[in-house]
């Protein structure tokens, strides 16, 4: 009789936390967009093609830009990294924020916080390199390093120049691409529009750094191409 009774205890017991699990409030974010493509509250919020959350407002920040906010499934609320870069996803279909984490050893996203934002993978690409080397050498550090430490050491200097090394393989990649198939001016336009939508972002962000990369990366390949650098960066 006892042990029938520990049996039904462990099972009401394993029932309360599942239910508490499923029931875990949910985690709101932001970030930002040049365009939203259609997004809009209930729209969803996609990580490793599963939604765990929604879409609840969209506000203007001028300039064109949007704020967006968005919260997670309290039992998700862990994919969501710090580094995480959300990605407007405007298929055919439902529009959607997808959740793109560059490391995945990054620790999760405090509640609140706001999160880059891109509204396509060329943006997303630039917000990526305007984190640095050491963001690429950090990475590859947690992928070889199979125990990690609760607080994981900088990056050593071969990974930096390792990480450098690739990024300079990317740019040579392509700029021979460019020379074998030139850019037409409405994409040459478009790379300039990405190019000031995310300075803009960073801008406001406080993450003067990086906006400053993102001009570096730009001019270097419009230079690449024979034309002009851009024009000086927008203000905050």
């Known amino acids: ?25 949910p985690v709101n974010f932001t970030t930002q967009l040049d365009k939203t493509g259609g997004l809009g509250p209930r729209d969803p919020i996609v990580h490793a093609a599963a939604t765990i959350g929604s879409v609840t407002s969209i506000s203007p920040l001028g300039d064109g830009d949007s704020e ?15 580094d995480a870069i959300m990605l407007l996803n405007t298929q055919p279909g439902t529009p959607s924020l997808e959740v793109m984490n560059q490391d995945a050893m990054s620790p999760a996203a405090q509640p609140g916080v706001r999160l880059d934002g891109a509204s396509d993978t060329y943006q997303a690409q630039m ?32 990974s930096v120049q390792l990480g450098q090394m690739l990024n300079q393989i990317a740019q040579q990649s392509s700029a ?53 650098p851009s024009s000086p960066p927008p203000s905050p």
């Open 68 to 82: 967006i906010g968005f919260q997670v499934d309290g039992s998700h609320a862990k994919e969501v990294h710090q």
């Open 1 to 25: 009789m006892r042990s029938r009774v520990v049996e039904i205890g462990s099972i009401v017991l394993a029932t309360l936390v599942a239910i508490s699990a499923c029931t875990s409030p």
């Open 127 to 158: 917000i990526m390199l305007s984190r640095g080397p050491g963001s690429l050498a950090s990475a590859l550090s947690n992928a070889v390093n199979a125990f990690p430490s609760s607080s994981t050491p900088p990056p050593s200097q071969s």
């Open 176 to 228: 021979i691409a460019t020379a074998m198939n030139p850019p037409t001016p409405a994409e040459v336009s478009k790379m300039k529009s990405d190019a000031a939508a995310v300075e803009r972002q960073f801008m406001r962000n406080n993450k003067s750094a990086q906006a400053d990369r993102v001009r570096q990366q730009l001019n270097e390949t419009l230079a690449g191409m024979g034309i002009k």
